[in-house]
């Protein structure tokens, strides 16, 4: 079974820009999560998706946004891109519609801004 | 300038000893726990998880100990080899759905 996709891996955008970043989960699973990393502040969660709905949301501003398609995919956009959007932006897939279930990640897209 | 950034622990072993790895969670109501491995330039990778109703749990080479009196998880590495080097990462998960809460990590540096 193929793991978790993400695309681009990598990125390269100017302050003020947006980006769009892709996620495709492992097959079956309909449970798509977001996280940033960056070396200041560790992991930290961005957004759930599950069946086309935002199910739970970190504390992240407005600027980020997410969705999920049918097939399960999902796309989380940044707009007006500043200097601390630069991170390593991770996409994790689990199967279970409730109850814990074991995340898996992308490899991540390494996000730029200059 | 200068960047700051978290300060991760850092633990040191000698290749072929054993690892302990611990980390403290936040949640008594948290009911499923999870350890990560994060190599450099990629995505956390699952090791190994455990539930609420167990205190132990075995894996190839891994074990999970939790400690839910003192709110404490602990993943021990057997016979720790130069491949694992990483950052580990423990989660916490409090219950359904809820998002999945994360350490900040230990790197681990494997001295052959």
């Known amino acids: 079974k193929a793991g978790v996709t993400q695309t681009p891996r990598y990125l390269i955008k100017t302050r003020g820009q947006q980006v769009t970043l892709s996620c495709s989960p492992i097959s079956g699973h309909r449970s798509v999560s977001w996280y940033q990393q960056t070396p200041g502040q560790g992991l930290q969660f961005l957004f759930e998706y599950f069946s086309e709905t935002q199910r739970n949301k970190g504390n992240f501003p407005g600027r980020f946004s997410g969705r999920q398609f049918s097939n399960s995919r999902s796309e989380m956009n940044v707009s007006t891109l500043e200097l601390g959007d630069s991170a390593l932006y991770l996409c994790?897939?689990?199967?279970?519609?409730?109850?814990?279930?074991?995340?898996?990640f992308g490899p991540g897209t390494r996000l730029t801004v200059l | 300038g200068e960047s700051v950034g978290l300060h991760l622990p850092t633990l040191s072993v000698q290749e072929g000893d054993n690892s302990i790895i611990n980390c403290a969670y936040s949640?008594?109501?948290?009911?499923?726990f999870i350890w990560y491995k994060q190599e450099s330039g990629k995505g956390p990778q699952f090791i190994i998880d455990?539930?609420?109703?167990?205190d132990k749990r075995q894996g190839q080479r891994v074990t999970v100990l939790l400690n839910k009196t003192v709110k404490h998880l602990s993943l021990q590495i057997a016979a720790t080899q130069p491949g694992d080097s990483a950052v580990y990462f423990c989660a916490e998960n409090s219950g359904g759905y809820q998002k999945v809460t994360f350490g900040t990590g230990t790197k681990l540096q494997v001295i052959p």
């Open positions: 994790a897939s689990r199967g279970l519609a409730g109850g814990p279930d074991t995340q898996y």
């Open positions: 949640n008594s109501a948290s009911d499923y």
């Open positions: 455990i539930r609420s109703n167990m």
